[in-house]
Nanobody
């Protein structure tokens, strides 16, 4: 069964850096567009970065120039490096991916969207 497992995050002071990672496991045939989202307490979920199949990344204006999303195809993983963190970056960060998986019959395949479990990033002044 396909799943996305996140790691990283934590507590840092403003101006410092952190990273979060997201590894996909299971019977994966192909991973389509991947993305990072975040949700701050009391706020709606916000798109942080989208990574296309070619590896190009597009960012929200609020993180442009500070965050970098990279893809590790060999590991079916994506990373989010966050530099010069600000208190307003405090959120739970979630990875998301559209994945084609081979089913247990070994013949059929299915496309589904998956979410990581979320990692908390807290930035204090």
């Amino acid at each position: 069964q396909v799943q996305l497992v996140e790691s990283g995050g934590g507590l840092v002071q403003g101006g410092e850096s952190l990273s979060v990672s997201c590894a996909a496991s299971g019977n994966i045939l192909r991973v389509n567009q991947r993305a990072w989202y975040r949700r701050a307490p009391g706020k709606q979920r916000e798109l942080v970065a989208i990574i296309t199949e070619s590896g190009n990344a597009n960012y929200a204006d609020s993180v442009q120039g500070r965050f970098t999303a990279t893809m590790n195809n060999a590991a079916n993983a994506i990373d989010l490096q966050m530099n010069n963190l600000k208190p307003e970056d405090t959120s739970t960060y979630f990875c998301h991916a559209g994945i084609w998986e081979r089913l247990s019959d070994g013949i059929n395949q299915r496309y589904s969207e998956f979410w990581g479990q979320g990692r908390l990033v807290t930035v204090y002044t």
